[in-house]
């Protein structure tokens, strides 16, 4: 087994820049054909056809020749292929249609899935993944449970049931309270006094991902001691971004979803979590409008990050997000105040002509940002606005009646109206059959759309790609619309 991954890696080291579909049938199939698995032994279908037009996984494993008894999905994606969100639910997605309790995913990496039930849902959890390198031990002993000959659903299920259990611990040493139990553990480890807990924790920082679903398991953390720990040193920059209301609604945006996925460009590139912004709108405003918390970095493109849409005033349609990355923000506090106009502090010599995106937390703008904390948190909120002159009221007309308050209605989601994944729905223009994958996204022709982006695409009037549409009101199921 060691030498047929051996030999896969190589053939992929050579092949990183090859196309999906030649590394599918040059690579692939022989690794494949390798482990026993093969079309023509009848326990290998290549591009099967889950329904009508391109809703197809590369491969789909067999046993005793019975296609009915799918055992193992795998999704293939070039060698030098970032994987997305998106690449994700795609394989759940078929692991959801075919029942198969087995995933696997051929890109940058290897990674295992496995279908699992909690609460009547089901889901794809990743088990592990495995980098393409030569004499990499756990490659090598995944393929031999993968080998036909060999193959034993047993087995594969105990290696995910360990593996998802080895995760749990590590998903709870991400949280605070698993964070004490680690340290903790080291401390027994090393028999080290109870009272240097504390220096401990003031000189390491370990990177925290904060997961209150985390479970606690009855062992000793420190008999799972990884290897190495991972040291974070400091604290969150301050950044200074830039943007023009006359292309995008951030507060509008604000107001509707309570968030922005932010795209990483010039100037933003190494915005982190925990970072803080203070977001600058240009003219007619000029203005320090926001104070954004940014509660996760480095995501990458999924239908998720189209949900502010309808508030782009202008976009490009020949952009192709699907190899960016974004980071999310979400407010902490906004204000209308004139010291944070562009005019007050170009007054005070704190800023220039033309503003820029600028990362705070450098000496040289030590100033600025000093003044921009000390007004942002003086200043009186932008729903707050700070009082004007006394003048008269004037006299309400006639015809200014107050508005009625109205409840907004939720976001849709398939489940409002008992759908699920694998369930078919149809674009009422042209009758196009797509199937849901998510709560808000929909497949067609190996893409993944969410429901107005699909608009976009196919709705027959001239110009569509610059419109926005209520999605829900354009799809059919049993007949009806659904928005």
Known sequence: MKRIWNTFCEDISKNRGVKEMTFEKEIVKGFLQALGWSRYDGNLEEQYGLYSRKWIPDFVFYLNNDKNAKEIILELKKPDHKQRKVDIEQIEAYMKLTDCRFGLYFGEKLE????????????????TTIDWTIDNEAGANLIELLDFKNYNREKLEQFCSDHLYLNSFLNLWRTQRGQ?????????????????????????KFTIVDNPEAEE?????????????????????????CYDKKFFDVEGCFKKYGQIYWRHKAGVQNVQKGDVAYLYSSSPESAIRFKVEVVESQIPYSPAVDEGDEFAKSTS??????????????????TNSPTLKHEAMMNQKLMGKRPSTTKLSKEEFKPLRQYIEQHFDDAAPANEPIAPAPAKKAKPKKQDKPKAKTDRRPPFKFSMIGLKPGDVVYFEHGDIPVT????????????????????????????????????????????????
């Not at 349609?317 to 906004?334: E, G, Q, W």
């Not at 067609?444 to 709705?459: A, Q, V």
């Open 112 to 127: 295992v899935f496995y279908l699992q039930e909690k609460d009547g849902k089901r889901s794809a959890a990743s088990v």
């Open 180 to 204: 004490k139990h680690l340290y903790e553990g080291i401390m027994e480890h090393f028999m080290l006094p109870k009272e240097m807990l504390s220096s401990l924790q003031s000189r390491l």
């Open 217 to 241: 398991k009855p062992a000793s953390p420190a008999a799972f001691l990884p290897t190495t720990i991972q040291v974070q040193n400091g604290k969150g920059n301050v950044w200074l971004i």
């Open 317 to 334: 349609n020949d952009i192709d997000y699907s190899d960016k990355l974004f980071f999310l923000v979400r407010p902490i506090a906004d």
């Open 436 to 483: 849901v994958v998510s709560e808000n996204t929909v497949a067609y022709d190996s893409e993944i759309y969410t429901l107005s982006r699909f608009c976009k695409h196919f709705m027959p009037d001239e110009g569509s790609e610059n419109r926005e549409y209520q999605g829900p009101a354009h799809f059919l199921y049993n007949g009806r619309t659904f928005g």
